[in-house]
């Protein structure tokens, strides 16, 4: 038996900002001006890296990204959202997956674990009222050109 999680009175924002281990993308989010558009009507699916994922970026990347909020910054963290709910069940291994940033991510499923990009889900599938949230163990980095 499979247990579901909704939270209809939240939104993605709210776990987000609700969670201990989250408050580097909530200060991210927050500076980058996407916390009101994350609250809004959705469908939303984030894919939430948590503090240990920013903290495994190298020495002085995020408060590089601090600098920038509304510029590389917001397409980083846009690059984490996809515009439509995205469940674990309902994704498939090699999938690609467009996010709000414009560029797509890359599902894996290996033995039950899904991956988004490499980066392992962690805790799937958390249901608010507005979208899903899926709690990743690493940062997503789109692919700029040279």
Known sequence: MSLTLTLNAQTVVDIIVNSDDH?????AVIAAELADDLAGTGPFTVFAPTDAAFDALPAGVVDALLQDPTGRLADILLYHVVGAEASSG???DGQMVTTLQGQ?????????????????????NIYTGNGIVHVIDAVLLPTYPA
Do not use: S
């Open 23 to 27: 408050n580097t993308l909530d200060a």
């Open 104 to 124: 797509d991510v890359t599902v894996g499923i290996d033995g039950g674990v899904v991956t988004i990009n490499g980066a392992e889900v962690i805790i799937d």
């Open 90 to 92: 309902g994704l498939t």
